[in-house]
């Protein structure tokens, strides 16, 4: 029975307490939501919760298990917001049995809070000059103070100023890059409740309790195999990195592999400078963060750097993979989701009849920086920009929309179902298997492997049972992630005026396109 800390800012009190259900993952994440937070709660209210949870096989030697999922209220007419996150803060709350953080209330003190977790206590601390830091002089100042091998959340100054476009920060294994900005942009409710970061003081890893420590180490090292055996998962995103995704979203599954095992070679004769993150959690088979780079000018700051040089491309015609790299990591310390940042910034331009460019993406983010009152209004995401400018409706489609909204678009065929008497359609089974993901905590870029493996669904519910003692069964398994979706649906209900859809990762994206089954 796993530990769930709530932590109340205003009260400054730490509770814990012992999770008697049977959720996990982001159906944890769901229920305590459902529990602490009224559905017609505002987004920056006192009364909203922020919640983490790792995913049930983090901290174990599951692959690429290394997820956490953060949730919060996106607004007062709509249900839950979610947030997948990379980095070895998951494992690191695993280890030391910790199931899930319950943030509540509001500090309202000068000096942000940081929330500090160690092995036998949680503590909340207010660490002198950390306001208004950037990301990178705020994990160094931590870590001075609590050491390196601290995992840690948090945002930067955008997230304090409240800028919708503010996201969280995580922590990457010891190496370069050290950290990331993920998607999500939850990085305005940490500022509202006035947290800076989470900090979980531990060196370990793999130390979540198991029921059967020997068959979960088995069944993990068949995984691996099922994993790096797959085109996408053990071929694609190691030896081309994250830009596999843009391949995909253009391409479908119809991406050329045969000059992968090529470029590995031609790289791998240029030494390292430096220590270089493959992974963006420890024990990752794929690998796709880093395993391609050999050297500093290759090696990327994050999945999302690919993402960031085709939305750039694509927007204002810019292809300086350098010029990418810099504006990504400046973003990045800001604490700023920077494809929303680029979306944003070609809706404003194209809104004013201005031609983006190099100089002109640097001058938006100096407003960024400044908090001016433009730097505010770019920071605002397109879906604050267009209502400022409603009277040009020929802009609104470049408003960012849900991906779950293209789900009419295709036509999801999946051969490898193994469940009997499965009564909905491939789409609700692919939508099942992306929440199961990550109710797991596995990295979503694996799901190619697992969807496409006919066994895969019988090495989870194994081990399943080696996690908690607990019988399952594969349809157990898919029929627990669906429900977690009509119970967020059902939340949602009870919030929204108008209609009801699903919260599926972005990343769903891609998937679309891969079991898309042409007619």
Wanted: a neutral charge; hydrophobic letters at 35%.
């Amino acid at each position: 029975m796993g530990r769930i800390f709530y932590i109340d800012l205003t009260k400054k009190r730490v509770v814990e307490k012992q999770n008697h259900s049977m959720d996990y993952g982001r159906g944890l994440v769901t229920r305590i939501i459902e529990e602490e937070v009224s559905p017609h709660t505002d987004r920056l209210d006192e009364d909203n919760a922020i919640v983490l949870a790792p995913g049930l096989f983090s901290g174990t030697v599951a692959p690429s298990t290394g997820r956490l999922i953060v949730g919060t209220k996106r607004s007062r007419t709509e249900g839950i917001q979610y947030s997948n996150l990379a980095g070895t803060i998951s494992q690191k709350l695993a280890s030391l049995n910790i199931e899930a953080l319950v943030i509540t209330g509001k500090n309202v003190e000068d000096i942000p809070l940081s929330i500090i977790i160690e092995e036998e206590k949680v503590i909340l601390d207010r660490i002198e000059g950390i306001k208004g830091l950037e990301v990178s002089p705020t994990i160094d100042k931590i870590r001075n103070i609590y050491g390196k091998e601290c995992g840690i959340v948090g945002i930067g100054p955008a997230g304090e100023n409240l800028l919708p476009v503010s996201t969280l920060f995580s922590t990457y294994p010891e190496g370069e890059p050290v950290f990331y900005c993920a998607r999500g942009s939850i990085g305005d409710v940490f500022g509202y409740k006035g947290l800076k970061a989470i900090v979980v003081k531990t060196k370990k890893h793999f130390n979540a309790p198991l029921q059967d420590e020997k068959n979960m180490k088995e069944t993990s090292k068949a995984l691996s195999r099922m994993i790096i055996n797959h085109p996408i998962c053990g071929k694609a995103l190691p030896g081309l990195g994250s830009i596999t995704l843009m391949k995909m979203l253009k391409k479908g599954n119809n991406i050329d592999l045969s000059s992968v095992e090529d470029e590995k070679v031609k790289k791998s004769d240029k030494p390292s400078e430096i220590k270089i993150n493959k992974t963006c959690s420890p024990l990752c088979v794929i690998g796709c963060l880093n395993r391609h780079a050999k050297s500093k000018e290759d090696y990327y700051s994050s999945p999302a750097e690919s993402e960031a040089h085709a939305a750039l491309k694509d927007a204002f015609g810019i292809e300086d993979k350098g010029y990418v790299k810099d504006f990504t990591r400046r973003c990045f310390e800001q604490g700023i989701d920077c494809i929303e940042f680029i979306f944003g910034c070609s809706l404003y331009f194209s809104l004013q009849g201005q031609k983006g460019s190099m100089k002109e993406m640097d001058k938006a983010l100096e407003e960024v920086k400044a908090m001016s009152l433009l730097g505010r209004v770019l920071g605002s995401k397109t879906t604050g920009i267009y209502p400022l400018f409603r009277e040009k409706e020929e802009h609104k489609d470049m408003v960012t929309k849900p991906s779950i909204r293209e789900e009419g678009d295709f036509n999801i065929d999946i051969k490898s179902k193994t469940i009997e008497n499965w009564n909905s359609s491939d789409l609700e089974y692919l939508y099942a298997y992306i929440i199961a993901l990550e109710n797991f905590g596995f990295c979503l870029f694996s799901s190619f492997a697992f969807i496409e493996n006919e066994e895969a669904l019988s090495f989870l519910s194994d081990m399943y049972k080696y996690k908690t003692g607990r019988e399952s069964n594969e349809k157990d398994i898919l029929k627990y992630a669906l429900e977690t979706i009509e119970r967020e649906k059902e939340y949602e209900r009870k919030a929204k005026i108008t209609s009801v859809e699903k919260t599926i990762p972005e990343f769903v994206k891609v998937l679309y396109r891969y079991f898309h089954k042409n007619e």
